[in-house]
């Protein structure tokens, strides 16, 4: 059993937990902090990326150990699935993920919010695209100043090793991304203009290094356990409180009853933007905003086929903008597991436009306390349902995938333009919504305080509150340091 009492109790080991526990450390040196994760450790470096191993047998021999309660293998695609797929239908293997499990009751109805999650130490961060593009200043928390935001996604820029190009120079990708400005540059900020996809990788001669939270966290993984635990296999039923303040954390092992308290001076819930509000539901703590305003972007999807002597492979980004505010990802894609069209000659070229979705406080999650999930809490549901906005600017984001495909070369034989379900990003934010005042309609300040108490804080992208199109792994780091900067002053100077 771990000890009984610690400084920080951070529940979730992924992107978001590991940079709260690096920006405490930096600040508070002395600080005892026992990490909490549902999931075991399924690779011998602490949180690395699994795209780091290259036996693509041996990954998924890998990934299936992160599927939570149910470690079967995932069914690869059907036949009538890709064919629904390539028609721009309802194709149902985008409900099994390889690596990961679904988090709440899943139909096919119009609906349907596919949300998923993965349970390993290194949370999603072993899973993750990588990519870290920063918000537009549409997207962006207007009661935090700008100054400090930036100062705070460079913080996360930093702690997640951002490079700009870690593939580059790719000649293709640079030729290809002045052909797109040429579309899309005019009247754009510098920042804004069309661009490699930074990403978390380190360049290689054999290829990019990916990077997990093993970067995040760094050298703390070496640290003695009485300094840095991550206590793999353990769940968090409840986060203990009274009168305001959080005093430590009720665990338990998976499928076991027997539980333990660990006693803590502060708590963060990292867990991800489902199951942080799961746990404060089952801890007793049920603001008004709690799992409300749940939201993601959609992605629309286009095969687009290039014709090039030299394959692409570097991924370029056209960046959201308030007049266009869809964040579009283009990347080379593999189709060797996919029937394809006897027409397609070239380079098989996979495109991403993120669509951002109007928030509702009825689009929500509830909890059922009379049927448990795998780890023993109150089993998740998602209500959700789809604007009038929506559907307008879905159109939209079509026509901005055909008309980039038309850029690239033509969008490919055979390949329907199609929406994914909403969810699909794995980006689902709002559930724990950061608010300027607490008034009902958010769940923590802009530090990630929850309301109400002085030492209890949450993290993740359940924490941003605006209508978002862009990768938000690096904004949700930037708004997690805040929380743990103030958690290092107050412990440090108590």
């Not at 870690?166 to 030729?175: H, L, S, T, W, Y």
């Amino acid at each position: 059993m771990p000890e009984q009492f610690t400084d920080v109790v951070i529940v979730g080991s992924g992107p978001i937990g590991s940079a709260y526990a690096r920006i405490i450390r930096r600040d508070w040196p002395q600080a005892r902090i026992l990490m909490v994760e549902a999931g075991p450790q399924i690779l011998p470096q602490t949180g690395a990326h699994l795209d780091n191993v290259h036996d693509l047998a041996e990954r998924a021999a890998l990934e299936i150990l992160a599927q939570g309660g149910d470690r079967t293998p995932r069914l690869s695609i059907s036949k009538e699935e890709w064919e629904a797929r390539r028609a721009g239908g309802f194709d149902a293997s985008l409900l099994r993920r390889s690596g990961l499990f679904i988090a709440n009751d899943a139909d096919t109805s119009e609906s349907l919010f596919a949300g998923f999650s993965a349970a390993n130490v290194g949370g999603m961060g072993t899973k993750w695209s990588t990519g870290t593009p920063t918000p537009s200043q549409a997207e962006r928390v207007p009661f935090i100043a700008a100054d400090e935001l930036d100062a705070a996604l460079g913080v996360a820029g930093t702690l997640l090793g951002v490079h700009k190009d870690p593939r580059g120079p790719d000649p293709v990708a640079v030729e290809l991304r002045q052909r797109l400005g040429a579309a899309f540059n005019a009247g754009r900020e510098p920042d804004r203009l069309v661009q490699p996809m930074p990403m978390a990788a380190t360049p290689g001669p054999n290829g990019p290094r990916w990077h997990g939270t093993d970067v995040v966290l760094g050298a703390m993984v070496e640290e003695p356990e009485d300094s840095f635990t991550i206590l793999a296999e353990t769940i968090c039923r409840r986060v203990i409180h009274e009168g305001g303040r959080a005093t430590g954390v009720e665990l338990a092992r998976p499928g076991e009853d027997k539980t333990w308290i660990v006693s803590a001076g502060t708590v963060v819930v990292a867990c991800d933007a489902l199951h942080t509000p799961q746990l404060l539901h089952a801890s007793g703590i049920r603001p008004a905003a709690l799992g409300r305003y749940i939201n993601d972007h959609y992605i629309v999807s286009q095969i687009a086929e290039m014709v090039t002597e030299i394959p692409m492979q570097a991924m370029s980004w056209i960046p959201a903008t308030n007049e266009l505010p869809f964040s579009v990802t283009i990347a080379p894609t593999s189709l060797h597991s996919m029937p394809k069209s006897d027409e397609l000659d070239g380079q098989p070229i996979g495109m991403g436009v993120f669509c951002p979705a109007d928030i509702d406080a009825n689009n929500r999650m509830t909890f059922d306390d009379n049927r448990l999930d795998w780890r023993g809490m109150p089993a998740i549901s998602i209500k959700w349902k789809q604007s009038e906005g929506d559907v307008k600017r879905l159109e939209w984001a079509k026509q901005i995938a055909l008309q980039v495909a038309n850029i690239i070369g033509r969008p490919a034989p055979g390949f329907s333009t199609f929406v994914q379900p909403v969810g699909s990003s794995l980006h689902y934010q709002g559930t724990v919504r950061m608010g300027a005042a607490d008034d009902g309609t958010s769940v923590c300040d802009r530090n990630s305080r929850v309301w109400g108490f002085d030492n209890l804080y949450v993290g993740g992208n359940g924490v941003i509150p605006t209508v978002t199109a862009t990768n938000p792994t690096l904004y949700s780091v930037a708004l997690a340091s805040f929380g743990a900067r103030q958690i290092a002053q107050a412990r440090r100077t108590a």
